[in-house]
T-cell receptor
């Protein structure tokens, strides 16, 4: 069954701690994306990657970092520099690069601060 | 950059009636407009999309219309059913403008009253 798997479903972070959110896809998609969703808000783009070993900042990249060492994996690290990390994080992928390619989403990771 | 406004924020309709959600966008270069449905605790699911060379697209009970001159597009759901209850997001993007993801509206919470 092809799809996007995000883990964990819930994550708690202590002050000053970095945490990494996992995103894996078996759809053989080239492009992958990370979005942040806050209550009552739309999704905002954090980072995106068109191909392996390449990624670009989105609208709200400060305090986040990513890597794209494998086609199927695009982990997101929320660093201690992100002062308001509590949110629902969504990973997506699309067949090819380009914002007009339909994006398929995982079921998200909810991050909270202890 | 692109700005997408979505109305209403909450919409309550009787089961069997129609529902209409409207979005406006600011960048006339936008040419791809997807609609997503998000159920509680899940990631958004693409339900229909339209490109700027088309004025209307239909898929069973769901239709999307696009008015490029006025820069607005709408989602129409006919014969609503309880399973249509969810949050719906519109989005816009520009082909060839760099793969920097979609710009989302803030969402409409659709409630189907039995």
């Amino acid at each position: 069954d092809g799809g996007i798997t995000q883990s964990p479903k819930y994550l708690f972070r202590k002050e000053g701690q970095n945490v990494t959110l996992s995103c894996e896809q078996n759809l053989n998609h080239d492009a992958m994306y990370w979005y942040r969703q806050d209550p009552g808000q739309g999704l905002r783009l954090i980072y995106y990657s068109q191909i392996v070993n390449d990624f670009q900042k989105g609208d709200i990249a400060e305090g986040y970092s990513v890597s794209r060492e494998k086609k199927e994996s695009f982990p997101l690290t929320v660093t201690s520099a992100q002062k308001n990390p509590t949110a629902f994080y969504l990973c997506a992928s699309s067949v090819g690069p380009g914002p007009d390619q339909p994006q398929h989403f995982g079921d998200g990771t909810r991050l909270s601060i202890l | 950059g692109e700005n997408v406004e979505q109305h209403p924020s909450t919409l309550s309709v009787q089961e069997g009636d129609s529902a209409v959600i409207k979005c406006t966008y600011s960048d006339s270069a936008s040419n791809y407009f997807p609609w997503y449905k998000q159920e509680l605790g899940k990631g958004p699911q693409l339900i229909i999309d339209i490109r700027s060379n088309v004025g209307e697209k239909k898929d069973q009970r769901i239709a999307v219309t696009l008015n490029k001159t006025a820069k607005h597009f709408s989602l129409h759901i006919t014969e609503t059913q309880p399973e249509d209850s969810a949050v719906y997001f519109c989005a816009a993007s520009i082909t060839g403008g760099g793969a920097d993801g979609l710009t989302f509206g803030k969402g409409t919470h659709l409630i189907i009253q039995p």
